[in-house]
């Protein structure tokens, strides 16, 4: 045979062989024809095709195998378990950057589903060559290997501490500051997985300089951006005093705030998570904040979205308000009361108002001052609902019923204490009786206003042990009335002077 | 002897009447013995008595002074304490006033000022309000922004398909579609053909990098420096009548780059700023800024800045901060101190 038809053969086998591998990567792109293609065993074709001479072959390889590994962690463990990433890997150091894109898919797909599968990929020594491909000019290589980097590190401690023994932090900080967005957000969120999981990972990410970096990135106008560098912020901030001071210190107060009027509902949740963790640590953080205007900010934020997103910035409100009498009186001077409530009494979802029933009641702890302005917007009557209720879940009762306890045991302010006399269980009318009779005996016109409402009626009514607390209370309620009032109220006294009628014998003269 | 014998015979009568007259004062005797016990022992009871008399008297007298005596000194103690303790209770009035002021400025200045308080939540609400504006005006800022964005592209889109299809345009011989003859006015759409230029055939993408290079300087400085495109002039220009001269000669001369002499080329700190340069290689190379310190607390350094709230000339309490015991060194034993 002549040459032609020799190399034509070849030609024909390459074509076959190019084709297939780009239908395989096509038909992997649909979720339906995954089983069909894992049934007819195409890890095993794939693979020495990612060994091939033709590059082109095995980028599309490459490209095939991170699809299939996405979809589920079958397919990623097949991938471990046929000894394809070491391949990988040391082919990554060599090849050109489509190759090099396409392998870092292959490990991101594959280290994204398990911890354990995470950790086949550090075995196989891919740390290594993926912080070197951070190096690389192109910057889809380099948002391919933050990308894979990040997934690794989401999992847990042990493997974001393989990825910044590798040296992976002061390149992912070089990383964000260059001018392509998508590998802003990319480096953005692997910092961010980097740093959630202790500490001293976080004082990692802040040592190489990444905060004054972030902190300047807030003002890039794309949110998906800027979720992500909030959600670093936030991560670095919730580990302790120190780093969250380091936070504030990057001057991002007031510009966090412009965050929480986005239009994109989750830079709003990332904002108020960063400012809640900010919050939480000491009060005079929380003064800052409150300073600065913060507080003001989030109750807007809280008042103008709904659900999940709300949660963060209902908990930074309750956390401000733990710290100190004078910054409860802050939030409630900001119109936070009223909001609350109204998340209260409107949100579907129990952990939700769960978190809102916690911030009023550390609202309300304070001084009578604080218990009243909780109380003159009616939630009493709503949180003791939400305790009586059977479909709340019980984190949702307990976290009322302590709401409850601790805005009675401060609440002077007299109108709104009185229906719970009328419906509610006998361990918080304990706490109500014995709030009337603190209140009681020095205010006349409140007396007044007691006997007039009916309120002296029901105490009469009240059954409690003799010598117990309550009818301590009740016995020092009635002290502050006259015999006759009392006894007129009584239960049963119409039956006693009916009586008194029948007995009573006309005198004869 | 007569007398003798008249003796003898009154001597029976002596006898008799010694015997009679002893008898009689015999009974007179006990009478007047006993009445002279009477009159002596009264006369010696009347001098007992004022001897007794006497005494209670000088008894009375003594005890009179004694009493006055001790009833003075117990007088004079009652006395001293009475004034004593009018004295401490002034004292402590006293001090109880200047406590009561002390305190009650110490608790408004340095603890708890209800007026500060008062202000401070004042201007909360101030700032609240001031950022609520600030970020009113922002979201409505950026929606104003982004509408005109909107807007922008709009246009830009309909721009570009009347561009694509110019062809549309209505001709003198033929109205377009938009330009139909029942209409009183043309269609805007026709209007818009009408202004939009035909898309060239080909057109390529040339995007111009911004490079901060020396020659680029020229290009966008003002209009007094000469002129400088990259793109080159069209060829085919047709040669102007007169005595002008060869135009590419004209264009060289024109379009001539600039060349600097070596001392403008380089910038003046041109060895700072590689000096600075490489710092910021190394820098970027540093994962850790802090120098190396080799004892663990040498950046144990910051020194605790209390709150300008608790502070203040008269310092905090060192008592549970500084020392935790009450230290009586007048009580130890030996030399500690």
Redesign the interface.
């Known amino acids: 045979m002549s040459q032609r038809q020799v190399l034509q053969v070849f030609e024909q086998y390459q074509k076959a062989r190019t084709q297939f591998v780009q239908m395989v990567a096509e038909l992997a792109t649909r979720p339906q024809n995954i089983e069909t293609l894992q049934n007819a065993g195409v890890m095993s074709l794939l693979r020495p095709l990612l060994l091939d001479v033709v590059p082109t072959i095995q980028q599309t390889a490459a490209l095939a195998l991170g699809r299939l590994a996405n979809y589920n962690d079958d397919l990623a463990e097949a991938v471990v378990k046929g000894d394809i990433l070491p391949q990988l890997v040391y082919s990554l150091a060599e090849q050109n950057r489509f190759y090099k894109k396409a392998a870092a898919f292959v490990l991101r797909a594959v280290g994204k589903h398990s911890p354990q599968l995470a950790q086949a990929i550090v075995d196989c020594g891919a740390l290594d060559t993926l912080v070197i491909c951070l190096e690389d000019f192109d910057p889809g290589v380099k948002e391919a290997a933050a990308w894979a980097l990040g997934y690794i590190a989401r999992h847990n401690a042990e493997l974001s501490q393989a990825v910044v023994d590798a040296g992976a932090v002061p390149l992912l900080v070089l990383c964000i500051q260059e001018p392509e967005i998508a590998l802003k957000r990319i480096a953005a969120s692997a910092l961010s997985d980097i740093s959630k999981h202790s500490p001293e990972l976080a004082q990692t990410v802040v040592d190489a300089g990444a905060i004054a970096h972030l902190a300047q990135m807030i003002l890039n106008p794309d949110s998906k951006l800027k979720r992500q560098v909030l959600s670093v912020l936030s991560q670095i901030a919730k580990h302790s005093v120190d780093l969250a001071e380091m936070v504030v210190e990057a001057e991002i107060f007031p510009v966090v705030l412009t965050c929480l009027k986005d239009k994109d509902e989750y830079v709003k949740k990332n904002a108020s998570t960063l400012i809640r963790e900010i919050a939480k640590h000491t009060p005079e953080l929380s003064q800052l904040i409150v300073n600065a205007g913060g507080v003001a900010a989030v109750i807007d934020c809280i008042g103008s979205c709904k659900g999940n997103i709300r949660l963060p910035g209902i908990m930074m409100l309750g956390y401000v308000a733990a710290h100190s009498e004078n910054l409860a009186m802050a939030v409630i001077i900001s119109k936070g009361v009223p909001q609350l409530s109204v998340c209260l009494s409107e949100e579907p979802e129990d952990h939700i108002k769960a978190a809102a029933a916690w911030a009023l009641g550390q609202i309300g702890r304070h001084t009578p001052e604080h218990a009243r302005a909780v109380a003159v917007t009616n939630t009493l009557p709503v949180l003791l609902s939400l305790y009586m209720s059977t479909e709340s879940s019980e984190d949702l009762q307990v976290k009322s019923k302590k709401a409850i306890k601790s805005i009675l045991q401060k609440c002077t302010y007299l109108p709104a204490l009185e229906p719970f006399l009328y419906d509610a269980p006998p361990n918080i009318l304990k706490h109500v009786v014995g709030q009337f009779s603190k209140v009681l005996p020095h205010d006349s016109k409140a007396r007044r206003l007691f006997v007039t409402s009916g309120g002296l009626k029901k105490v009469q009514e009240i059954k409690a042990e003799p010598g117990s607390l309550l009818q301590e209370y009740i016995n020092s309620i009635n002290n502050c009335y006259p015999e006759e009032i009392v006894r007129y109220y009584s239960p049963g006294y119409s039956d006693t002077l009916l009586q008194r009628v029948d007995s009573y014998q006309p005198l004869t003269h | 002897m007569a007398t003798l014998a008249r003796l003898q015979a009154r001597s029976k009568f002596v006898a008799q009447q010694y015997y009679f007259r002893n008898s009689v004062v015999d009974i007179f005797r006990k009478k007047e013995y006993d009445a002279a016990v009477k009159i002596q022992s009264w006369f010696r009871g009347c001098q007992v008595r004022a001897h007794i008399r006497n005494l209670h008297r000088v008894a009375t007298i003594i005890q009179k002074w004694w009493r006055s005596y001790s009833g003075r000194q117990e007088y004079q103690l009652i006395v001293k304490f009475a004034s004593c303790a009018m004295k401490m209770n002034l004292y402590n009035a006293m001090a109880v006033r200047i406590q009561r002021r002390w305190r009650g400025y110490r608790i408004r200045k340095y603890c708890f000022n209800y007026f500060y ?1 008062k202000e ?2 004042k201007a ?2 101030e ?6 504006e600030a ?1 009113e005006e ?2 409505e800022m ?1 929606e104003r922004e982004e509408k005109k964005a909107d807007l922008e592209r709009e246009e830009k889109k309909r721009d570009y398909q009347a561009r694509k299809t110019h062809y549309l345009l209505s001709t003198k011989q033929i109205p377009g579609i938009y330009n139909s003859p029942f209409r009183k006015d043309p269609d805007p759409w026709e209007l818009r053909l009408q202004k939009a230029k035909p898309l060239t055939y080909q057109r390529s993408k040339v995007k111009q990098k911004r490079c901060i290079s020396l020659s680029s300087w020229l290009a966008c400085t003002s209009a007094r420096s000469f002129p400088r495109s990259e793109i080159l002039p069209p060829i085919d220009r047709k040669q102007c009548q007169g005595p002008f001269r060869d135009i590419t000669e004209v264009l060289e001369q024109r379009y001539k780059p600039l060349e600097p002499t070596l001392w403008v080329a380089e910038p003046i700190s041109e060895l700072k700023v590689a000096r600075e340069e490489f710092r910021r290689q190394e820098w ?7 120098m190396f310190l080799p004892f663990s607390s040498y950046h144990k350094n910051k020194k605790y800045t209390p ?1 300008m709230h608790s502070s203040s000339k008269y310092g905090p309490n060192s008592y549970g901060s500084q020392h935790f015991r009450d230290e009586n060194p007048k009580k130890w034993i030996c030399d500690k101190g």
């Open positions: 308080l401070y939540l909360v609400s700032t609240n309000d001031a950022i609520r970020l922002f979201a950026k970027m190379r540093d994962v850790n800024d802090n709150l």
